[in-house]
């Protein structure tokens, strides 16, 4: 049994970008949902489906890649850890790389990118780290 399902999620996708697999399985929730389609959003993966098989569902995500053949993921970071988590304000998480990367935050309107989160002017428990 996994106990932190967004850091297992980042590390597939991770592993599965460096061996430049097509699409790789993640087990569901609603909050690694919310945050494939951020990233879907956001242009760092292709696509993501939810698919039941025999009452257990996970989600299958369909990585991108450039021209030549490299992912378009650099980096990917859990920050907040259940051992350790770390809540930022608006100001905090207003950019993220010089605006290449994004922060996803979970709030209490959501799960949202950095810039939205700004935008509304909520803070929250950082998750991750994407460029």
């Known amino acids: 049994m996994v106990n932190d399902l967004i850091a297992d999620s980042l590390t597939r996708i991770r592993n599965a970008s460096m061996r430049r697999l097509e699409v790789t399985t993640l087990m569901y929730s609603k909050i690694v ?3 494939m389609k951020i ?3 956001k242009g ?3 696509s993501y489906k939810v698919v039941e ?3 257990k569902k996970s989600i299958n995500v369909v990585l ?3 021209d030549n053949g490299r992912s378009v ?3 990917i970071k859990r920050i907040s850890k259940p051992g350790r988590r770390i809540y930022q304000g608006k100001e905090a998480i207003k950019r993220f790389k010089n605006g290449y990367g994004t922060i996803v935050v979970s709030t209490s309107q959501g799960v949202l990118p950095n810039d939205e989160a700004y935008k509304r002017g909520i803070g929250g428990e950082v998750l991750c780290s994407i460029w």
């Open 73 to 75: 993921i650099n980096e």
């Open 64 to 66: 991108k890649y450039d």
């Open 39 to 41: 990233f879907q959003e």
């Open 44 to 46: 760092y993966i292709e």
């Open 33 to 35: 949902e919310a945050i």
């Open 53 to 55: 098989n025999e009452g």
